[in-house]
């Protein structure tokens, strides 16, 4: 493995990227440990977040609000930065988990970031 290659598989990961993207794991396989769970057992996944009393009721509103507007925020700054597909976060959300998509959108946003702020990423002056 060459020492070009190495660097273009880490080229623009900065460490709070990496630290999204754990989360963004951490997000995926601990919404999808219980989700497998609920649909093994068949269980009313609607039913059981609206009538499980009113701490998980209050928790799911609270999550909801916070779903919706980092979904905003999704598709406000991936066009803001130029970002291709900021949409599909949101769509995938819907299939896979909120705590899965949104800490990935912030690792890919670091690394956006990163990249501009590289000189390569810089047209040259004239």
Known sequence: MTGEHNVGMT???????????????AGLAGTWS??????????????????????????????????VAG??????EARRLGMKRGW???????LTAFAFTFPLFLAMRERTLAAARTPAARPPLT
């Not at 649909?39 to 609000?65: C, E, F, H, K, M």
């Open 11 to 25: 080229k623009h990961w900065t460490p709070l990227a990496f630290v999204y993207l754990a989360l963004s794991l």
């Open 34 to 67: 219980y989700n497998v769970i609920a649909i093994i057992q068949l269980r009313d996944l609607v039913g059981d977040w609206v009538n499980s009393g009113p701490a998980v009721s209050s928790l799911t509103v609270d999550l909801l609000i916070a779903a």
């Open 71 to 76: 979904s905003i925020l999704i598709i406000v």
């Open 88 to 94: 599909l976060y949101v769509v995938l959300s819907g």
